[in-house]
């Protein structure tokens, strides 16, 4: 699925560049669940926004599905977004004035898939999230949890090659983190899906396939949970 | 439909927001409306003080200045026996010829000669010994027009509505009648068949007339003949074939400097005079009013638009900049940045239709305010012109709300709120998914 060789991505700060991926290489299979840990700092989000299309790196190659990201051109990069990749926020980043059935159809509007069948795959989406039931409220109206089965459902009502998870659980408590981590542990499967998930919890990581460990902009991949910190 | 309900939603959302950029347009728009509405009323009220002073169709008047200053007016103090007199004003006379060369001229479309005189009416007292001590007869004076009936659409007398008896016939050349104006007739207590005096001739009136916007520049009007055969006083006995004052019509309103010029020229002695230099000299109230309306109401509406423009472009690009995790996470989502700044410039556009309709409303209002609360304006012109008198006239404000105005007003509105949209466009299309992730953060 991806392939990333020597890729660096460096940011100004004043007079003074932040490296934050320094020459990684990175390949993920097909259907591989990889989890991603390190400080803070490390460069976690930046790799992620690296395989997510939205950022180019400053050198080195991101290849998805054979295609280099840090090649194309901007219209490009939002069609492969729209199209191919999911994204689950820790934040959730669900639209405050819209509901959670429409929060899900703002993926597939890019799609310019027609409004009946747009609504219905956003209905399946939630249903399959186990929303059926609150598929018109509005963000404020629902829990965390719920909220953010919201943005999984949205997530994947696209049917993306891959997910990426940017700390999902973060904002969430104890229960309702199981309870997220099972329905995507379940949806992978389901699915057959790749999954990239960034976390700081080693409990979350260790229910991968593989763990990888950012430290100082660069992966440590096979790495047992243990060396994260 | 996804688009409106967003849209829909958003503005919901941002109603106070919203409104308050609508406020803010709206009080511009309303601004440029009442403005426009006073200016356009002002100008309406100059230029009927303009048609009332010398008649509408007058694009020109010729006068003169006096050869030899007048020795005393009226009579008064000449002959204590001399109960009614006359005397010309201050203007110079011209030769009645002068109309014809002038009517020959390329681009005139017809000229008219005109006199003004002033009447002294003395009331009878009887001999000296019957005087009471110190009792002194007070004089009244009137005005009086001689009008040239070969062209009554051009002159003073032009602007004037008959409201009882009839105006002149070409008949009329010879006789001793006259129009008299409306609230000369009420003060006197003259109606249509009563007699009046004028250097001891009898005149019997046949008219009584109303001027546009409070009055015209004479209590009398009589045949220009009869104002030329009138010589009680002495000195008026060259008055035969001499008029003060010409009014002349352009064949159009472009060719009045080039009729100034040939007037100019035929009669370089003359003081040539067009509307548009006739409304320079117009002083008073309705000139202060006037100088306000363009300078200072234009300026301020200026100001205060910008200054709306200003806001609602930084309210706007305040409220992108609050709503940069959503707009990333459209952008992460696949959102193009131009579908976001197409939802950005719709409600911009919503918000700059409520602001304009704010604003016809206000400037309507505050139009009914001003005609309701507005004070008389008086407008005078110096006495080197037409009559050779000063002539004050009253003049009421009626600000007038055009269609145009309103169309500006509109045009404004949804202007400045689609200039405000496209700053805010600006600054969500510069936005990176990369970027809005990191602020989510």
Known sequence: MYTLSDVTKNYRKGDYTVVALGGLDLSIEDGEWLAIQGRTGSGKTTLLQMLGAMDRPSAGAVRFSGRDLAGLPEAELTEVRAASIGFVFQTFNLI???????????????????????????????????????????????????????????????????????????????????EIMSLLEKLWREHGLTLV????????????QRVGVMKDGRLFTGAEPDDAS | MFFLTYLRRELRHRMRQALIIAIGLGVGAGLVVTVTAATSGISNAQAAVLHSLYGIGTDVTVTTAAAV?????????????????????????????????????????????GFTLTGISLPSQGSGAERPAGAFPIPTTFSVDGVDLAHLGLGPFASAKISS?????????????????????TAKRLTVGSSITI???????????????????????????RAQALTQYQDLSSLTGRIDTIYVAATSASDIPAVHKEISKLLPAATVTTSGD???????????????????????????????????????????????????????????????????????????????????AL??????????????????VPPSFASGNTNTVGVHLAAHVSVSAILLAVVLAIAGALIAGLFGGWRAARLRPADAMVQMQ
């Open chain 1, 96 to 178: 405050p004035t819209l509901s959670a059935i429409e929060n899900v159809e703002t993926a597939l509007v890019p799609l310019r898939i027609p409004a009946a069948k747009r609504r219905a795959r956003a209905a399946q989406a939630l249903a399959d999230v186990g929303l059926s039931d609150r598929a018109q409220h509005l963000p404020s109206e629902l829990s965390g949890g719920q909220q953010q089965r919201v943005g999984i459902a949205r997530a994947l009502v696209k049917e993306p090659k891959v997910l990426l998870a940017d700390e999902p659980t973060g904002n969430l408590d104890v229960d309702t983190r199981d």
């Open chain 1, 197 to 208: 998930l960034v976390t700081h919890d080693t409990s979350i990581a260790e229910r991968a």
């Open chain 2, 69 to 113: 200053p007048k020795s005393g007016s009226g009579g008064l103090g000449s002959n204590a026996q001399q109960e009614n007199s006359l005397s010309v004003g201050d203007a110079g006379l011209l030769n009645a010829s002068s109309v014809t060369s002038i009517s020959h001229l390329r681009d005139v479309a017809a000229a008219a000669g």
């Open chain 2, 165 to 185: 008896g009839r105006s002149f016939t070409a008949s009329d050349t010879g006789s001793n009648v006259a129009v008299v104006d409306a609230n000369y007739a």
């Open chain 2, 199 to 225: 250097a001891s001739t009898r005149f019997t009136v046949m008219g009584i007339a109303r001027q546009a916007q409070g009055g015209g520049s004479a209590n009398v009007y009589i045949p220009l003949g």
């Open chain 2, 278 to 360: 006739l409304a320079s000299e117009v002083s008073g109230s309705l000139a202060t009013a006037a100088s306000l309306a363009s300078d200072l109401g234009k300026w301020l509406s200026i100001a205060v638009l910008i200054a709306a423009f200003a806001v609602a472009s930084l309210l706007t690009m305040a409220a992108v900049g609050r709503r940069v995790r959503e707009f990333g996470t459209l952008k992460a989502l696949g959102w193009r940045s131009r579908r976001i700044i197409a939802q950005i410039m719709a409600e911009s556009a919503v918000i700059g239709v409520i602001g304009a309709i704010m604003g016809i």
């Open chain 2, 363 to 380: 400037g309507f209002g505050a139009a009914s305010l001003v005609d309701a609360i507005a004070p008389k304006l008086t407008a005078t």
